[in-house]
């Protein structure tokens, strides 16, 4: 299909640009961000005059890297994204570099020599190669030219951190610098601003008068899958807490900013990123660290951690991590947050329960006498949808109330596909939108959180517990949330 034949009324193309995709043969971009220009080209968001220039150690022409692209989306069963391969040809070059080599600078100002402007590097690279990567683009300093995609993580600490943001600082302008969390261009997370901001009957309710307890989860079904040179150096905490969890935290928990310009909206997350308290590790500890061992998901048979290739038998890296944290300002002070991911869990999720407190007296029996209150849910994965839980009064029942959900699906309600957090974001790099990126301090709040985390885990010698695959986590985690005065949602649907 031409690039602009579907071009609709809804559809908004983005200026020329030049794209220069850094890591292009490395996972994350064959699985994400290749698939996501695939489908902005489809659907017309790219001008004809636009280039992509696919980055990588390999010399390839367009129609190898095509080919090799094609077999990966078909080996992960992506049919939708393999069908639309098509429409990226006639903007795609290639360019053989390796970073860190003398010559790695003149190959790529060859390559966007004469593309039109912006410049975007999008760099899905390990982030021992960041710092390659920002001296090979040094010599073209323009503002208005240049653009920087950073993924996460940024380094493995807060000292990493801050000696790529140096040579960061040393050759751009944050405004040129976009830190992306691809958790904050989900339609529900954007919605959940919209739900605060633009309705009144729900900011009135986010206090701690109101508010019972948050918990955020993240749960994947799959394991390392062939990612444990990395994960053995990162970890649940540092891979999923550092970035998607705090950010997601600090959008539920921030006040209401000035306006909706970048800076006004990132300054109220990083005032509730500086107010979290580190969850004690003594004492009655507030954190829960386990590793998977083997077991079933989804019914099958899969090995345990320590069993995975590449992993060391006596490895304590903790794949799953439960902990409750507080936010401490006025709003927040006193209502926990329950925050937890892991791996070989039942299913992949994303969730944000927002437990409201009980009505002061309750009057009506609800109808099995079960009832864990009104809860707003934000799911962000497998769909992005956002239920309200309420109770409503039972047909046929006298004074008896039954628990019934308000449900709002994207897509039901729009009749248009909710486009990936991917596609969206990589459109407002190309508009020049920061709002939906991380500042530089807002990734130092994170690290200084997690740094501290980890140091008193790792002082109170805290060993990761088994939990089986397929499981919730270990069994402490439970116990955690109960002492919280709360229960983690799949408890409630059981």
């Not at 090799?68 to 393999?82: G, H, I, S």
């Not at 062939?226 to 999923?240: P, V």
Request: hydrophobic fraction near 45%.
């Amino acid at each position: 299909m031409n690039a602009s034949s579907s071009t609709g009324p809804d559809v908004r193309p983005v200026a020329p640009f030049t794209f220069v995709l850094h890591g292009a043969a490395g996972d994350l971009a064959r699985r994400k961000i290749v698939p996501a220009l695939a489908h902005l080209a489809h659907d017309g968001y790219l001008p004809p005059d636009s280039r992509i220039v696919l980055a990588q150690r390999d010399r390839l022409s367009v129609a190898e890297a095509l080919a090799q692209q094609e077999t990966f989306l078909r080996d992960c069963d992506d049919a939708a994204a393999c069908a639309r391969l098509g429409a990226l040809q006639p903007f795609l070059r290639t360019a053989a570099i390796t970073l860190g080599q003398p010559e790695a600078a003149a190959v790529l100002a060859e390559a966007v020599r004469g593309g039109p402007q912006p410049v975007v590097h999008y760099a899905s690279l390990a982030a021992s190669r960041f710092v390659d990567l920002i001296r090979a683009i040094e010599p073209v300093r323009d503002p208005a030219r240049l653009r920087l995609v950073l993924e996460k993580p940024l380094g493995f600490s807060g000292a990493e951190a801050a000696a790529i943001e140096h040579e960061l600082a040393a050759v751009l302008d944050e405004p040129q610098i976009y830190r992306i969390d691809h958790y904050l261009g989900k339609q529900a997370v954007q919605n959940l601003l919209a739900l605060r901001l633009g309705n009144r009957i729900f900011e009135p309710l986010l206090t701690r008068e109101h508010v019972a307890s948050v918990q955020i989860t993240v749960s994947e079904e799959l394991g390392v899958e062939g990612r444990a040179g990395f994960y053995e150096h990162s970890g649940a905490i540092r891979d999923m807490v550092q970035s998607h969890l705090l950010q997601l935290l600090a959008i539920v928990a921030m006040e209401p900013p000035a306006t909706l310009e970048p800076d006004a909206l990132r300054d109220e997350k990083l005032k509730v990123l500086r107010a979290l308290r580190v969850p004690a590790t003594s004492g009655t500890p507030e954190v829960v660290i386990g590793q998977y061992a083997a077991g079933h998901v989804l019914g099958q048979p899969v090995p345990g951690y320590r069993q995975e290739q590449g992993v060391a038998p006596e490895s304590t890296t903790e794949t799953f991590v439960a902990f409750r944290t507080e936010v401490q300002t006025w709003r927040w002070a006193g209502v926990p947050f329950l925050l937890r991911t892991g791996k070989r869990m039942p299913q992949r999720l994303a969730e944000i329960v927002i437990q409201f407190r009980e009505v002061p007296r309750q009057l009506f029996a609800p109808v099995g006498g079960a009832w864990t209150g009104n809860r707003l849910v934000i799911h962000l994965q497998p769909q992005d949808r956002i239920e309200l839980q309420l109770l409503a009064k039972a047909p046929g029942e006298r004074e008896r109330l039954r628990p019934v959900s308000l449900d709002l699906d994207f897509f039901d309600e729009w009749r248009v596909p909710v486009r990936d957090a991917y596609e969206r974001l990589i459109t407002d790099v190309l508009r020049g939108r920061l709002n939906l990126f991380l500042r530089r301090d807002e990734v130092e709040a994170q690290w200084k959180f997690v740094d501290r985390l980890k140091h008193d885990l790792g002082s109170c010698q805290v060993e990761p517990l088994p939990y089986p695959a397929g499981s919730y986590g270990p069994p402490a985690a439970t116990t955690l949330a109960l002492r919280a005065g709360a229960s983690w949602a799949e408890d409630s649907r059981l």
